[in-house]
């Protein structure tokens, strides 16, 4: 299973969102509200109280 880019939860099976970036890296969202943040408002995930403990 794939772990999300931003938060780094598990990623249920046909779920999700994957962005390609134009260099061919992938990253993989849980949800819009972790793809918002990482893309559009480019926060940094290990300063955010709501993500993960494991980061």
């Given amino acids: 299973m794939a772990k999300c ?3 780094k939860e ?3 099976a ?3 969102m994957i962005f390609v ?3 061919g890296s992938i990253l993989s969202f849980c ?3 972790c793809r918002k943040n990482r893309l559009k ?3 940094n995930p290990r300063k955010l109280k709501w ?5």
Avoid: P, Y
């Fill in 41 to 43: 408002l480019k926060r």
């Fill in 5 to 7: 880019s931003f938060c």
């Fill in 21 to 23: 970036k134009r260099d």
């Fill in 10 to 12: 598990e990623i249920r």
């Fill in 14 to 16: 046909c779920t999700g």
């Fill in 51 to 55: 993500v993960g403990k494991g980061i």
């Fill in 31 to 33: 949800s819009n509200k």
